[in-house]
């Protein structure tokens, strides 16, 4: 019998198949590893302090927000960028539906953005008429199978080649055949005709200047790169959170980027880009257009879970999270998984908060997210006040799984009460186990714990004793 | 669209602000060393290029010195077709190593499969990650240096800069600076590294020396 206070992760942790709990737990262990390795192989003295400056030039951009936002707004302007700002997902949509419409423009390549995944852009530009194809080999195949990602870097982590190879075969990329590098040829065929078919890129950015105006996008693949190559019209859809001071900075921010995500001491193809391109060069974007989208962040921004904010999207926090490691990402029923995302998706989601108010609980405290995180955000921290929040906003979701505590203030507020109790105590000794899973709030706890034996009340005696001595 | 767009503005400034206001200090810009990124762990080596070479053989980059070696190189795989940049194409066809090899100086979308290889000029190397440096100025065409399967890079050896942080304060001015660091590669198939997704498979930095 399952207990009736189960929280909702724990039920996906269990329904999760084995299958897919292997590739996750196995995916995410791995790249943990390497990314301590080579964190530390690289900096062995100073890996902590690049963290923590880097956490700190984060945080002190965000509490100036309001006078680097428009800094980087003077700075791409010079660079030839029209700038845009959306105060939510509707907007940021809207605006790149009536720059598409205004090209004429009918196909579209995109590289990974997260906050394109907050807006749900492609469902939208979909039902406008505009083909929308992701490049990212992991987005590609997401998109194939109309799932959701599971990860920020990797988001295809709950699927194994043999699921994928079949995806391929059902979309006519070929007869089933699971081998990776096969199952990546046919994807390079394939997207490089999308790819010179398309009018229009839509990208991210991992950091924006606000000094130059340069917008950073970071990618292996190189597919970030080839959407700037192939199309005339550039769209940059961006969160208000990405900007980074000086150019100077992201000396730092890039360095702990890829190691962070992937244990490589630098991402393959790092772009820098400032405005459409040079005149004599044949390819690549005539127009360049950025988004700027707020979508709930000014709220989060006005929260005491500010610092989440900083947070560059490495996905070290999720590889390292035993609970992630056990629950994959589609546990968390929002856009950002793990311990980032069991802080920011609840912040993100406003009214609906309640609904998502069990993700901070999802969690031991172990600590590890804090200690692995490239801008030194202290998730656990932010996960405790997100559980007061829930308590105090009398969120359902916020309490389930827990015993209820009324009982126990009572009691430990008068010590006859607590006298008594006590003694009562030493009948849980002789109680068998089943008698009290009768009680509900008691199931969550006993139905996969075995209490130890009861031994209350004796240091009271020692301490009297103690006294008399 | 003007309108509602600078009332998106408007308000996104206001609620920044407004969210700010209660906070009793603001956290201050870090002063930290210039040289806190640079990564020192590696073997010690007398000439930067060497420190390049060995820190783009273990990102799988192909280092190699003199434009004659390419030629080697673009015979031994039986690479004999592809793009260059018109600067380099009349010297290299010169060169007894190249002979056999067509060289084409226009990168025809149209025929994007026929191009083996592609040779543009780098803006510089980086030693410190083994990145090679790409900008719209130095790169004849964009798409001749990520369509072909192998893209060689041609490099000057006054473009070495020793570090990321060297390299970022000369970004100069261009409005497209790539950094590429080995071939395109991806592990989102259970975590299996392969090479060559999109961009090339073969990345050659060649030393003009
Ligand atoms: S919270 Fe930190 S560790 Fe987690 S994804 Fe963001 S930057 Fe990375």
Request: glycine letters at 8%.
């Amino acid at each position: 019998m399952q207990p009736k206070t189960f929280q909702k992760i724990d039920r996906f942790a269990r329904d999760l198949p084995a299958e897919v709990h292997a590739t996750v737990y196995d995916g995410s262990k791995s790249t943990s590893e390497k990314r301590y390795d080579v964190l530390w192989r690289d900096f062995p003295e100073t890996a902590d302090v690049l963290r923590e400056t880097a956490g700190q030039i984060k945080q002190h951009t965000l509490e100036h927000l309001d006078q680097y936002l428009e800094q980087a707004e003077k700075s791409l302007t010079a660079n030839g960028a029209q700038v845009h700002f959306a105060g939510d997902g509707d907007r940021a949509n809207q605006i790149a539906l009536e720059l598409m419409q205004k090209h004429g423009a009918k196909k579209l390549v995109k590289s990974k953005s997260m906050v394109t995944e907050e807006t749900h852009l492609v469902p939208f530009l979909e039902k406008n008429g505009i083909e929308c194809v992701e490049t990212d080999l992991g987005e590609f195949i997401v998109q194939i199978d109309n799932d959701h990602p599971s990860h920020i870097v990797k988001p295809i982590m709950h699927k194994n080649r043999r699921q994928i190879a079949r995806s391929f075969e059902r979309e006519g990329l070929g007869a089933y055949n699971d081998d990776p590098e096969t199952i990546t040829r046919r994807a390079r065929v394939h997207l490089r005709k999308k790819y010179f078919e398309a009018d229009v890129a839509v990208t991210g950015a991992n950091f924006v200047s606000a000094e130059s105006g340069r917008i950073v996008l970071v990618t292996n693949e190189g597919n970030a790169r080839f959407c700037m190559a192939a199309t005339k019209l550039h769209i940059a859809i961006v969160g208000i959170e990405k900007l980074v001071p000086r150019d100077k900075d992201l000396g730092l921010f890039l360095n702990l980027i890829g190691r962070s995500g992937t244990g490589q001491q630098l991402t393959v193809y790092t772009q820098f880009i400032a405005g459409p391109k040079r005149a004599e060069q044949p390819d690549g974007p005539e127009e360049m257009h950025v988004i700027f989208v707020d979508n709930k962040r000014t709220d989060v921004l006005a929260s005491e879970c500010r610092e989440i904010l900083r947070c560059i999207r490495c996905g070290a926090c999720l590889n390292v999270c035993p609970v992630y490691r056990q629950a994959s990402g589609h546990a968390y029923r929002s856009v950002y998984p793990g311990p980032v995302g069991a802080v920011l998706s609840p912040l993100l989601a406003a009214d609906k908060f309640p609904e998502l108010a069990d993700l901070p609980k999802a969690s031991s405290l172990c600590g590890a997210c804090n200690e692995v995180c490239p801008v030194n955000i202290p998730i656990p921290d932010l996960l405790l006040r997100l559980r007061d929040k829930g308590k105090r906003e009398g969120a359902k979701n916020a309490a389930a799984g827990t015993p209820p505590m009324g009982m126990y203030a009572m009691m430990a507020s008068q010590p006859s009460a607590w006298k008594a109790a006590m003694k009562i105590g030493y009948a849980v000794n002789v109680t068998p186990q089943a008698m009290m899973n009768v009680v509900p709030a008691a199931q969550a706890w006993t139905s996969v714990r075995q209490l130890p034996k009861w031994r209350g009340g004796k240091f009271r005696d020692w301490m009297k004793k103690k006294e008399s001595e | 669209m003007q309108t509602a767009m600078s009332d998106d503005r408007t308000q996104i400034f206001s609620r920044i602000k407004t969210a700010l206001a209660p906070l009793p200090q603001r956290a201050a810009l870090p002063n930290y060393a210039r040289e806190l990124p640079i990564c020192r762990a590696h073997p010690e080596f007398s000439e930067l290029w060497e420190l390049f070479s060995h820190k783009a053989k273990q990102v799988n980059g192909t280092p190699l010195v003199g434009l004659a070696t390419l030629g080697s190189w673009l015979h031994e795989k039986k690479q004999t077709h592809g793009y260059c940049d018109r600067a380099l194409a009349e010297r290299l066809r010169a060169m007894p190593e190249f002979e056999g090899i067509t060289l084409e100086t226009e990168f025809d979308r149209g025929r994007f499969d026929d191009f083996a290889f592609g040779i543009t000029l780098a803006a510089g190397v980086i030693a410190e990650t083994g990145s090679l440096i790409l900008k719209d100025e130095s790169t004849s065409a964009r798409l001749g240096a990520l369509a072909p399967w192998t893209h060689a890079a041609i490099v000057d050896p006054a473009t070495i800069y020793p570090d990321t942080v060297t390299a970022l304060e000369n970004l100069g001015s261009d409005p497209s600076v790539i950094w590429a660091t080995g071939p395109s590669k991806t592990a989102d198939v259970e975590g299996i590294l392969i090479e060559g997704v999109h961009g090339p498979g073969v990345q050659i930095v060649c030393l003009d020396a």
